[in-house]
């Protein structure tokens, strides 16, 4: 089980500027990358998926199906749907 607290999917769309701070869901987890939007390999791009789910954009960027891609995002993690 987690401890992690639980979050509606309308508070994650709340959080889609580098102001409100950017969250997205994958697989009924919520991250708030925010710090992480400046470093990643793939530029603004991930905006895009910013108040959202990655599921959509990750089937386009296949190279996002990788084990430490899901290590990167894991340290993000704030919470559950
Ligand atoms: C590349 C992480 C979201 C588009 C990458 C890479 C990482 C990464 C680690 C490099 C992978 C490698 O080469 O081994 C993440 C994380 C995301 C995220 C943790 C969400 C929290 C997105 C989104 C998009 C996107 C939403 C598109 C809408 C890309 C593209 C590349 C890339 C196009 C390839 C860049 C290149 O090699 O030129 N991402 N990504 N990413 N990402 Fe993301």
């Not at 401890?3 to 701070?21: F, I």
């Not at 998926?49 to 340290?75: F, K, M, N, R």
């Amino acid at each position: 089980t987690s401890d992690l607290p639980v979050y509606t999917l309308e508070e994650v769309t709340k959080h889609r500027s580098l102001d409100s701070g950017v969250w997205v869901t994958y697989k009924g987890g919520v991250y708030d990358i925010t710090e992480f939007v400046a470093i990643h390999p793939g530029g603004d791009k991930i905006l895009l998926a910013a108040g959202g789910a990655l599921e959509p954009y990750w089937a386009l960027y296949a190279v996002h199906q990788q084990d430490h891609v899901l290590e990167i995002l894991s340290e993000y993690k704030i919470g559950v749907l």
